[in-house]
């Protein structure tokens, strides 16, 4: 590793225990109930960074339906921040919808989450499908339903194939299923997806941060059917060529 790499990776565990105090400044013992769900289980779990980002867009826009891309830790810590949230606000009534996309997961998952979170969280099984979208490919959760979600925390499912590495998409299928008119959340690294969704809903709608690995996006509608043409794009003086930021946008 050379020093440039050993400067970046020490600076991203400063600020993943960083978020890891605050975090659990958010929602007290939560360090204690993700060991004690990753003791039951083979998840690595989610950075922390990502985690304290999604926890802190919840407590600010308190979403009504939620959708996770990857059933883990991550669903134990929005489950407790949507709990948290439901006690100072009877009236809120959040759904979060947490997919996996391996059967054997899916089982464990749903065996071992705790009975208190069972009211806000229902597990389900989605098997990896192909996704495309206008030129692009990759991967999303079959059997998402039909909600109109308003926050996505994408960490699935797995996107490499024969041809190699292509994205994961279920923030882009969900933004075409919701008739919210703002959807927020965030990504778990997956630079290949960030690069996919700033291409069609513009650099300004979702910013990734390489020393917290961790992206976080505010989606605006988009057309169904988009139309490319040679005018869909631009090009800088210095040679680049990227999408329109509206070239897919609803008008």
């Given at each position: 590793m050379n020093f440039h790499r050993f400067v970046y990776w020490k600076l991203f565990a400063i600020y993943n225990k960083y978020s890891e105090i605050r975090l659990n400044y958010l929602i007290p013992n939560i360090k204690k109930s993700i060991k004690e769900y990753q003791?039951?289980?083979?998840?690595?779990?989610?950075?922390?960074?990502?985690?304290?980002?999604?926890?802190?867009?919840?407590?600010?826009?308190?979403?009504?339906?939620?959708?996770?891309?990857?059933?883990?830790?991550?669903?134990?810590?929005?489950?407790?921040?949507?709990?948290?949230l439901k006690a100072d606000d009877p009236n809120y009534k959040p759904k979060l919808i947490s997919m996996e996309s391996i059967p054997k997961w899916y089982e464990m998952a749903k065996e071992i989450l705790p009975e208190k979170y069972k009211e806000v969280v229902q597990i389900i099984l989605g098997e990896r499908e192909k996704f495309e979208y206008?030129?692009?490919?990759?991967?999303?959760?079959?059997?998402?339903?039909?909600?109109?979600?308003?926050?996505?925390?994408?960490?699935?499912?797995?996107?490499?194939d024969e041809y190699g590495d292509s994205c994961c998409l279920?923030?882009?299928?969900?933004?075409?299923?919701?008739?919210?008119?703002?959807?927020?959340?965030?990504?778990?690294?997956?630079?290949?997806?960030?690069?996919?969704?700033?291409?069609?809903?513009?650099?300004?709608?979702?910013?990734?941060?390489?020393?917290?690995r961790t992206a976080k996006f505010e989606l605006k509608n988009i057309n169904s059917r988009p139309e490319l043409t040679s005018n869909s794009f631009k090009s800088s003086l210095n040679g680049i060529v990227r999408l329109r930021d509206d070239s897919m946008i609803e008008n």
């Open positions: 003791s039951k289980t083979e998840s690595t779990g989610t950075k922390y960074s990502s985690l304290y980002k999604a926890v802190q867009i919840i407590k600010k826009y308190k979403p009504k339906f939620l959708l996770e891309s990857g059933t883990g830790t991550s669903t134990i810590v929005f489950a407790e921040i949507l709990l948290q206008a030129m692009f490919r990759g991967y999303c959760h079959s059997n998402i339903p039909i909600n109109n979600y308003d926050f996505v925390f994408l960490d699935g499912p797995s996107y490499s279920d923030a882009l299928k969900v933004r075409l299923i919701s008739r919210s008119k703002k959807i927020v959340g965030v990504i778990d690294t997956r630079v290949s997806s960030i690069f996919v969704m700033q291409s069609i809903f513009g650099q300004k709608n979702i910013k990734y941060f390489s020393l917290k």
